[in-house]
């Protein structure tokens, strides 16, 4: 694993999920690896979605900010990543819980396109200069709590159905 030093840092809001996300020395953008298994809720029961090493080469990097180690994707991977689950959604049999990891992935994926294309927009035509400096995470927490379900009702929908699945095991386990 190369080893790469933070130059800048921040926090990308996704739906109330704070991300820490950094630029290194070589431009590279990274996104927490942490920050992302909690943002789209994945656990060893998703494992169709969290076994790094099957998915588009979306191995942790490790950065450095001073001595402390900071492990993270780069930033793109989560798109390829999102594209991926959503992908897979349609091609095999998923669980309650992956159905909805996977509709959360659709709904970020939907918001990053408009956002992205707003973006190239604004830098095309030097808006970026203008606007609020807040715009653009504006404009994502709207895709993506906009839809029909939006993701924060997902990610309840899922702790629910994790509490149930939890409490089932309990009680046949008293049963025995």
Known sequence: MKKRT??????????????PCYVLEDRTRVL???????????TNQDSKYSSEDELINF?????RDGNKKVYGYEA????EFLDKVSETRNQIKLSPQQRIVAKQCEILLKGFAKVGVVALV???TGYQYERDK???D???????????????QLQKELKEKRENKARQKELNSKSK
């Not at 927490?32 to 994945?42: C, F, T, Y």
């Open 6 to 19: 933070i130059k800048h840092n921040g926090e990308l809001d996704l739906a109330g999920y704070k991300i």
């Open 32 to 42: 927490s690896k942490r920050g992302i298994q909690n943002s789209l809720k994945l």
């Open 59 to 63: 191995k942790p990097i490790l950065c």
């Open 76 to 79: 793109t991977k989560l798109v």
């Open 122 to 124: 604004d830098e095309a």
């Open 134 to 136: 807040a715009n653009l």
């Open 138 to 152: 504006k404009m994502l927490d709207a895709c993506i709590n906009t839809p029909a379900i939006t993701l924060k």
